[in-house]
Protein backbone atom coordinates (compact mmCIF):
# COMPACT_ATOMS: atom_id res chain seq x y z
CA UNK A 1 0.00 0.00 0.00
CA UNK A 2 2.78 2.55 0.83
CA UNK A 3 3.37 2.57 -3.00
CA UNK A 4 0.50 4.09 -3.62
CA UNK A 5 -0.06 6.45 -0.89
CA UNK A 6 2.62 8.30 0.70
CA UNK A 7 0.94 10.20 4.11
CA UNK A 8 2.67 13.35 6.37
CA UNK A 9 1.00 12.85 9.92
CA UNK A 10 1.00 16.67 11.37
CA UNK A 11 -0.86 17.46 13.86
CA UNK A 12 -3.31 15.22 13.00
CA UNK A 13 -3.80 15.97 9.23
CA UNK A 14 -2.98 14.11 6.57
CA UNK A 15 -1.41 14.83 3.11
CA UNK A 16 -1.87 12.43 0.68
CA UNK A 17 -0.23 11.55 -2.57
CA UNK A 18 -2.48 8.91 -5.10
CA UNK A 19 -1.50 6.60 -7.55
CA UNK A 20 -3.06 5.18 -9.67
CA UNK A 21 -2.34 1.67 -8.75
CA UNK A 22 -4.34 1.71 -6.15
CA UNK A 23 -7.56 1.47 -8.46
CA UNK A 24 -6.20 -0.08 -11.05
CA UNK A 25 -4.75 -3.08 -9.67
CA UNK A 26 -6.42 -5.88 -8.37
CA UNK A 27 -3.74 -6.82 -5.27
CA UNK A 28 -4.64 -3.05 -3.90
CA UNK A 29 -8.05 -2.78 -3.99
CA UNK A 30 -8.91 -4.77 0.01
CA UNK A 31 -7.29 -1.78 0.88
CA UNK A 32 -10.18 0.80 -0.94
CA UNK A 33 -12.33 1.30 2.45
CA UNK A 34 -9.25 2.68 4.01
CA UNK A 35 -8.43 4.80 1.10
CA UNK A 36 -11.34 6.41 1.41
CA UNK A 37 -10.75 7.00 5.08
CA UNK A 38 -7.28 8.92 4.07
CA UNK A 39 -8.98 10.85 1.12
CA UNK A 40 -11.61 11.92 2.93
CA UNK A 41 -9.49 12.96 6.30
CA UNK A 42 -6.87 14.76 3.72
CA UNK A 43 -6.94 18.28 3.66
CA UNK A 44 -6.29 17.55 0.20
CA UNK A 45 -5.02 14.61 -2.25
CA UNK A 46 -2.17 15.22 -4.90
CA UNK A 47 -3.69 13.31 -7.80
CA UNK A 48 -1.14 13.27 -11.34
CA UNK A 49 -4.42 12.73 -13.24
CA UNK A 50 -7.65 13.45 -13.79
CA UNK A 51 -9.12 10.23 -13.41
CA UNK A 52 -7.92 9.65 -10.15
CA UNK A 53 -8.91 12.60 -9.28
CA UNK A 54 -12.37 11.64 -9.86
CA UNK A 55 -12.22 8.94 -7.71
CA UNK A 56 -10.93 11.00 -4.64
CA UNK A 57 -13.81 13.34 -5.37
CA UNK A 58 -16.15 10.84 -5.66
CA UNK A 59 -15.22 9.34 -2.56
CA UNK A 60 -14.87 12.96 -0.61
CA UNK A 61 -11.43 14.06 -1.38
CA UNK A 62 -10.19 17.21 -2.41
CA UNK A 63 -7.68 16.69 -5.42
CA UNK A 64 -5.54 18.75 -6.41
CA UNK A 65 -4.11 17.96 -9.65
CA UNK A 66 -0.26 18.14 -10.09
CA UNK A 67 -0.11 16.27 -13.42
CA UNK A 68 3.36 17.03 -14.49
CA UNK A 69 6.41 18.96 -12.89
CA UNK A 70 8.88 19.38 -15.37
CA UNK A 71 12.32 20.88 -14.26
CA UNK A 72 13.94 24.26 -15.39
CA UNK A 73 16.85 22.06 -16.40
CA UNK A 74 19.02 19.45 -16.20
CA UNK A 75 22.27 20.75 -15.56
CA UNK A 76 23.84 21.92 -18.88
CA UNK A 77 21.81 19.21 -21.00
CA UNK A 78 19.99 21.03 -24.17
CA UNK A 79 18.20 19.34 -26.49
CA UNK A 80 20.71 18.96 -29.43
CA UNK A 81 19.27 16.40 -31.78
CA UNK A 82 21.78 15.13 -34.40
CA UNK A 83 21.92 15.50 -37.87
CA UNK A 84 22.64 12.30 -39.20
CA UNK A 85 20.20 9.06 -39.16
CA UNK A 86 17.22 10.35 -37.37
CA UNK A 87 17.22 8.49 -33.25
CA UNK A 88 14.45 7.41 -31.28
CA UNK A 89 14.76 6.72 -27.54
CA UNK A 90 12.61 4.62 -26.12
CA UNK A 91 12.85 4.96 -22.30
CA UNK A 92 11.12 1.69 -20.99
CA UNK A 93 11.38 -0.35 -17.65
CA UNK A 94 10.00 -3.36 -19.46
CA UNK A 95 7.01 -3.68 -17.19
CA UNK A 96 3.98 -5.74 -17.64
CA UNK A 97 2.31 -2.71 -19.29
CA UNK A 98 4.96 -1.78 -21.72
CA UNK A 99 3.96 -3.22 -25.51
CA UNK A 100 8.00 -4.08 -26.09
CA UNK A 101 7.56 -6.99 -28.71
CA UNK A 102 5.17 -4.95 -30.58
CA UNK A 103 7.44 -1.64 -30.55
CA UNK A 104 10.62 -3.69 -31.92
CA UNK A 105 8.43 -5.39 -34.59
CA UNK A 106 7.61 -1.84 -35.44
CA UNK A 107 11.66 -0.62 -34.99
CA UNK A 108 12.24 -3.75 -37.29
CA UNK A 109 10.09 -2.20 -40.03
CA UNK A 110 11.57 1.23 -40.27
CA UNK A 111 15.84 0.54 -40.51
CA UNK A 112 15.60 4.48 -41.47
CA UNK A 113 15.84 5.27 -38.34
CA UNK A 114 17.63 4.13 -35.12
CA UNK A 115 16.44 3.24 -31.85
CA UNK A 116 18.15 3.19 -28.87
CA UNK A 117 16.07 1.24 -25.95
CA UNK A 118 17.42 1.53 -22.01
CA UNK A 119 16.00 -1.06 -19.04
CA UNK A 120 16.67 -4.14 -18.23
CA UNK A 121 15.79 -5.69 -21.02
CA UNK A 122 16.28 -9.34 -19.16
CA UNK A 123 13.22 -9.05 -17.73
CA UNK A 124 11.58 -10.28 -21.44
CA UNK A 125 14.74 -12.35 -21.91
CA UNK A 126 15.96 -10.27 -24.83
CA UNK A 127 19.18 -10.92 -26.58
CA UNK A 128 20.95 -7.82 -27.57
CA UNK A 129 22.68 -10.05 -30.50
CA UNK A 130 18.81 -11.10 -32.01
CA UNK A 131 18.21 -7.68 -32.67
CA UNK A 132 17.84 -5.79 -36.10
CA UNK A 133 21.22 -3.83 -37.00
CA UNK A 134 19.01 -0.19 -36.00
CA UNK A 135 17.71 -1.18 -32.48
CA UNK A 136 20.55 -1.24 -29.17
CA UNK A 137 19.55 -2.42 -26.36
CA UNK A 138 21.34 -0.23 -23.87
CA UNK A 139 20.67 -1.81 -20.36
CA UNK A 140 20.60 0.56 -17.77
CA UNK A 141 22.35 3.30 -18.02
CA UNK A 142 24.21 6.31 -15.79
CA UNK A 143 21.92 8.95 -15.27
CA UNK A 144 23.43 11.81 -17.25
CA UNK A 145 24.35 9.68 -20.19
CA UNK A 146 20.33 9.01 -20.05
CA UNK A 147 19.62 12.34 -20.60
CA UNK A 148 22.48 12.95 -22.54
CA UNK A 149 20.83 10.20 -25.08
CA UNK A 150 17.54 11.76 -24.75
CA UNK A 151 18.44 15.38 -25.73
CA UNK A 152 20.05 13.70 -29.03
CA UNK A 153 16.91 11.64 -29.90
CA UNK A 154 14.36 12.95 -32.68
CA UNK A 155 11.78 11.96 -29.94
CA UNK A 156 11.65 10.13 -26.53
CA UNK A 157 9.42 6.74 -27.19
CA UNK A 158 7.22 5.74 -23.97
CA UNK A 159 4.47 3.33 -24.14
CA UNK A 160 1.70 2.16 -21.86
CA UNK A 161 -1.14 0.12 -21.92
CA UNK A 162 -2.79 1.92 -18.63
CA UNK A 163 -4.37 5.06 -20.45
CA UNK A 164 -4.15 7.27 -17.73
CA UNK A 165 -0.90 7.32 -15.85
CA UNK A 166 1.44 9.82 -16.46
CA UNK A 167 5.28 8.89 -16.89
CA UNK A 168 8.81 9.86 -15.14
CA UNK A 169 10.04 10.18 -18.95
CA UNK A 170 7.50 12.24 -19.89
CA UNK A 171 8.59 14.97 -16.99
CA UNK A 172 12.49 14.60 -18.32
CA UNK A 173 11.24 15.14 -21.98
CA UNK A 174 9.31 18.17 -21.37
CA UNK A 175 12.07 19.29 -18.92
CA UNK A 176 14.84 19.24 -21.86
CA UNK A 177 12.58 20.16 -24.62
CA UNK A 178 12.08 16.76 -26.69
CA UNK A 179 9.31 15.74 -28.69
CA UNK A 180 8.01 12.43 -27.45
CA UNK A 181 6.19 9.83 -29.17
CA UNK A 182 3.67 8.06 -27.17
CA UNK A 183 0.26 6.03 -26.73
CA UNK A 184 -3.35 8.08 -27.10
CA UNK A 185 -4.38 9.21 -23.86
CA UNK A 186 -5.87 11.60 -22.70
CA UNK A 187 -3.56 12.38 -19.43
CA UNK A 188 -0.29 12.86 -21.68
CA UNK A 189 -2.19 14.83 -24.44
CA UNK A 190 -3.15 17.62 -21.39
CA UNK A 191 0.58 17.65 -20.49
CA UNK A 192 2.07 17.46 -24.01
CA UNK A 193 0.42 18.98 -26.90
CA UNK A 194 1.50 19.68 -29.95
CA UNK A 195 4.67 18.50 -28.16
CA UNK A 196 3.48 14.76 -28.98
CA UNK A 197 2.49 12.35 -31.75
CA UNK A 198 0.01 10.39 -30.27
CA UNK A 199 -0.88 6.61 -31.60
CA UNK A 200 -2.42 3.22 -31.02
CA UNK A 201 -0.22 0.59 -29.48
CA UNK A 202 -0.08 -1.75 -32.86
CA UNK A 203 3.23 -2.03 -35.27
CA UNK A 204 1.64 -0.35 -38.27
CA UNK A 205 0.23 2.76 -36.09
CA UNK A 206 3.96 3.10 -34.49
CA UNK A 207 5.24 3.05 -37.44
CA UNK A 208 3.21 6.09 -39.27
CA UNK A 209 3.97 7.87 -35.58
CA UNK A 210 7.87 7.26 -36.14
CA UNK A 211 7.68 8.74 -39.81
CA UNK A 212 5.30 11.91 -38.42
CA UNK A 213 7.89 12.33 -35.69
CA UNK A 214 10.58 13.06 -38.39
CA UNK A 215 8.42 14.65 -40.74
CA UNK A 216 7.30 17.38 -37.99
CA UNK A 217 10.11 17.36 -36.19
CA UNK A 218 10.76 21.14 -36.22
CA UNK A 219 6.98 21.67 -35.49
CA UNK A 220 7.16 19.53 -32.37
CA UNK A 221 10.38 20.54 -31.24
CA UNK A 222 9.32 24.42 -31.20
CA UNK A 223 6.17 23.17 -29.58
CA UNK A 224 8.14 20.98 -26.51
CA UNK A 225 10.79 23.91 -25.78
CA UNK A 226 7.59 26.03 -24.63
CA UNK A 227 5.55 23.01 -22.93
CA UNK A 228 7.04 23.24 -19.59
CA UNK A 229 5.90 27.03 -19.34
CA UNK A 230 2.26 26.48 -20.45
CA UNK A 231 2.46 23.38 -17.46
CA UNK A 232 3.74 25.72 -15.01
CA UNK A 233 0.77 28.20 -15.40
CA UNK A 234 -1.58 25.69 -14.98
CA UNK A 235 0.12 24.31 -11.85
CA UNK A 236 0.13 28.35 -10.49
CA UNK A 237 -3.44 28.40 -11.07
CA UNK A 238 -3.77 24.29 -9.77
CA UNK A 239 -2.34 25.74 -6.49
CA UNK A 240 -3.79 29.48 -6.14
CA UNK A 241 -7.11 27.57 -6.35
CA UNK A 242 -6.75 25.10 -3.57
CA UNK A 243 -5.52 28.62 -1.64
CA UNK A 244 -8.59 29.88 -2.14
CA UNK A 245 -10.77 26.86 -1.29
CA UNK A 246 -9.13 25.41 1.29
CA UNK A 247 -10.25 24.55 4.48
CA UNK A 248 -9.94 27.28 6.93
CA UNK A 249 -7.52 24.93 9.35
CA UNK A 250 -5.10 23.61 6.71
CA UNK A 251 -2.37 25.74 7.37
CA UNK A 252 -3.02 25.88 11.12
CA UNK A 253 0.00 24.75 13.04
CA UNK A 254 0.25 21.64 15.79
CA UNK A 255 0.03 23.80 17.90
CA UNK A 256 -3.22 25.51 17.69
Known amino acids: ?50 FDGQHVSRWGGRPLHLIALPQVRFGDITYTPRREKPLFFFVCSFAADEPVDLTIEAMRKCPEFDFIVSG ?67 TLREVLGNAGVFTPIAPNSLVEAFHEAVNRHADLAESAGSAKYAIWARTEEELDSLRRNAPANMYMSPEN
Not at 15 to 21: A, N, T
Not at 136 to 148: H, K, N, P, T, V
Not at 151 to 164: C, F, G, I, N, V
Open 120 to 186: NYRKRKLDPAAMPSNVRLAGFMDYSEYLQTMAQATAMLTLSDRPHIMQMAVHEALTIGVPVVTNESP
Open 1 to 50: MICHFYALLTGGRVIMDFHSGAITKGIWRPFLPYYRHLVRAAPFTICHNR
